[in-house]
């Protein structure tokens, strides 16, 4: 096989790989609006936020121990004590899910009927605040994720297709990172699971009914207030896998909030408004930049891959205003 | 009546009196944003220091430091806010850490008749002091440490590089992009093959311009990131199995923070550096002793020894030098902004007094002068101990490549003397 097909399948299998990682934020995105209407600004700061939550409580960190320290002279930092990786990602689902229902209860509850725009400045509000808080509760210092991932390249599959250079000594056999590969089979598992959730569950029809008619899914019963609360919290376990997975790469600090912005062009190109497509979305975005770079990247200095996930998705909705999967919105006037 | 608005008068003179007779530092510091992580040890070794002389010295010269620290959140607008809200309170000298606010304050600075010192990064043909009189950028620059790293990489393999592949992993901004004509010059010099490979900000997702380096091999990386570009960017590299000894970043791509996320694999990879590493130092006791006991560290003291904290720290003393230089120059304990730039231009830095200081071997000796406002340009290598989580000295400070970056310096400082017509030379 030719050298660049070989390099050529590389990229896209990685491209693929980091399309599931950027499908991860967006489908944090996805839920929140399907369900409200709610552009969540805050969902990248929801994946730091979880992400440092996590980590302070497997590290037994002390929530608040600077603000503890300077107001009453005390120098606590730590408990002392370990929590192993799983009972932690529990206790930080419980924290999502007070978080969940202190911003339904404190923010969203008081602005139900105002204008998308209103709302979309509220969770601006919320991230700033999230950003700030999550700062005083456990530092601002990088801390390492270690959930136990495996993380690097994976031998076996170097091994196993080195062949496929026939004698090629160029070619060492496909790269692909461990944590990618289990990044990708999460998210097959929390995709299939959150489509079960909406399509099997009462709570799931319930929630679709509160995305499809707020009004007529109130007139059958369905409380808003919990529906958004629950929706909230699913938002809060999609941010939280999406933190393990990124913060693992680079450690938990300010800029894995910023990975919301890898989220916009699948968002734009997916619609806003469907599980699968932020996924294929996902997919399309990292193997378009990933081969936009292998290719014509060299010719024109590199440094494509931000600029050109959001040519890509111009490119698509140009075509299809709504993205590949969203919903077509036709007002009458 | 009188009496009553006499005594308020009285007061308030007295309460105004130390304020004004105060030595004035502002901290252009960034403890929020995306680059937090090196920017909070950075100021609290840069305040430390200024509480170690106020509360064991008394001050400088007898007269107390006072700090005044504004976020700029690396932002460069905000820097320049800070700049102007601050500069009319007596500030001595700014050291903004950031490339991008530098940039905006030198013609701001030189106006103002107020040094401006960025110690490592700036403008790297600032070190011309001919054409820029407000701007110091001693001990070392971008160059130096592009420079440096070229040379240890020739001491390293026996004087000869012709041939070798030597990629350049930088962040796509002023800042990442400073050491390329340096890398360049060298490379018609030494023979070998240069690979740039730029990184977006922030640089959270590098897996293309890692695969590239799997793909081509080359037998060295050198790295010009800050933030998370370089946890990231150590963390790919030990996916990839790269060899960490073989891996060099500048000397903002090498602190703790940067390769703690990737763990043992990050063991032996190497960074330039013109100050020394660990906390195996006098000073820090001291420190520890009038200002972390006390009570009245900046942070919850537990940065001190930290390479970045190490580097605040240096700031603030050069800066404190400076100014004692300039008290013994114009006789007067209460400096000006101007004195100030004086005490910059004569500041003498010897082992002597770097021991007095408690600083023995913690950075190279060097003389300032009216020509020269970067120093010799001495750089040392560091290297990262996965194992004890400890980065130490594995070369003394050495020269870099003075002929080189002395004309680089010389062809952009007379290009910025002619946009702004500066007529270069000595006053």
Not at chain 1, 84 to 97: E, H, K, N, S, W
């Amino acid at each position: 096989m030719p050298e660049s097909l070989l390099y050529g399948t590389e990229v896209v299998l990685n491209g693929l790989m980091a399309g599931v990682l950027y499908a991860l934020v967006a489908l944090g995105f996805v839920l929140i609006y399907k369900a409200s209407g709610i552009f969540n600004y805050a969902q990248g700061v929801m994946a730091l936020f979880s992400a440092a939550t996590l980590v302070g409580i497997m590290k037994g960190q002390v929530p608040f121990a600077h603000l503890i320290n300077a107001a009453l002279g005390t120098e606590i930092h730590h408990f002392g004590w370990h929590v192993p990786a799983l009972l932690a990602i529990l206790l930080t689902m419980g924290v999502m899910v007070l978080l969940a229902w202190a911003v339904q209860k404190f923010v969203f509850r008081h602005l139900v009927n105002q204008e998308p725009i209103i709302l979309f400045m509220a969770t601006i509000g919320l991230a700033y605040f999230l950003e700030g808080f999550g700062d005083l509760m456990w530092g601002s210092d990088i801390k390492k994720m270690d959930v136990g991932l495996p993380q690097g390249g994976s031998f076996w599959i170097e091994e196993n297709t080195q062949w496929l250079g026939f004698g090629n000594e160029n070619f060492y056999g496909f790269f692909l990172d461990q944590l990618d590969l289990v990044a990708t089979a999460i998210a097959a598992v929390l995709v299939i699971a959150l489509v079960l959730f909406s399509q099997y569950t009462k709570q799931g029809r319930a929630m679709r009914a509160v995305a499809d008619d707020h009004q007529a899914a109130l007139s059958v019963g369905i409380s808003l207030n919990f529906i958004w609360v629950m929706v909230w919290s699913v938002a809060g376990f999609v941010a939280l896998v999406a933190g393990i997975m990124w913060g693992a790469k680079s450690g938990v600090q300010f800029s894995l909030s910023l990975i919301a912005l890898k989220a916009l062009p699948v968002l734009m190109l997916g619609g806003f408004t469907s599980i699968p497509g932020a996924i294929v979305g996902g997919l399309i975005i990292g193997v378009g930049e990933k081969l936009f770079e292998f290719t014509v990247g060299p010719l024109v200095g590199g440094a494509t891959e931000n600029w050109f996930a959001y040519v890509l998705a111009l490119v698509f909705l140009v075509f299809r205003p709504q993205g590949l999967f969203g919903e077509k919105i036709i007002e009458r006037v | 009546m009188k009496m009553k608005f006499a005594t308020m008068a009285v007061t308030a003179m007295m309460a105004a009196a130390p304020a004004m007779a105060d030595l004035v530092f502002p901290s252009l510091s960034y403890r929020t944003g995306p680059y937090a992580a090196g920017g909070i040890p950075f100021a609290d070794g840069y305040a430390d220091y200024f509480t170690l002389l106020n509360e064991r010295d008394g001050g400088i010269g007898g007269v107390p430091t006072r700090l005044l620290e504004c976020e700029t959140g690396y932002n460069t607008a905000k820097g320049v806010e800070c700049y102007e809200s601050t500069k009319g309170e007596g500030a001595l000298v700014y050291q903004p850490l950031s490339t991008g606010i530098t940039y905006q304050l030198i013609p701001k600075v030189t106006a103002d008749g107020i040094p401006l010192h960025t110690m490592g990064y700036g403008r790297t043909s600032a070190a011309n002091g001919e054409v820029f009189s407000n701007v110091f950028n001693y001990p070392s620059n971008y160059w130096d440490g592009a420079s440096g790293a070229i040379n240890y990489l020739l001491e390293s393999n026996g004087g000869d590089i012709s041939g070798k592949k030597i990629a350049l992993v930088y962040h796509n901004s002023a800042y990442g992009k400073e050491p390329i004509r340096t890398l360049e010059e060298l490379q018609k010099k030494h023979g070998y093959e240069l690979t740039l490979l730029p990184v977006d900000h922030p640089g959270q997702e590098q897996k293309s311009q890692w695969l590239q380096i799997r793909r081509e091999r080359p037998d060295f990386v050198v790295m010009w990131g800050w933030g998370v570009m370089n946890q990231v960017a150590i963390q790919e590299a030990s996916n990839i199995r790269f060899p960490m000894e073989n891996f060099i970043g500048v000397w903002w791509s090498g602190a703790e923070h940067d390769v703690l996320p990737a763990g043992d694999k990050a063991n032996g990879y190497k960074a330039v550096t013109f100050h020394n590493v660990g906390r195996d130092f006098p000073v820090f006791d001291d420190i520890q002793k009038y200002v972390v006991d006390t009570g009245k560290a900046a942070g919850a003291g537990d940065q001190i020894g930290n390479v970045l904290y190490n580097r605040g720290m240096y700031a603030a003393m050069l800066a404190a030098e400076a100014a004692k230089t300039a008290q013994e120059m114009h006789g007067t304990a209460e400096i000006t902004p101007a004195m100030m730039r004086d005490g910059m231009e004569a500041l003498v830095i010897d082992e002597a007094k770097m021991t007095a200081l408690g600083m023995p071997n913690f950075g190279p000796s060097f003389n300032v002068s009216c020509e020269n406002h970067g120093g010799p340009g001495l750089v040392g290598m560091t290297q990262w101990d996965a194992a004890n989580q400890t980065w130490s000295m594995i070369s003394d400070f050495k020269e870099t490549d003075g002929e080189v970056i002395g004309a680089l310096v010389a062809e952009d400082s007379a290009s910025y003397a002619a946009e702004n017509n500066i007529e270069a030379g000595c006053k």
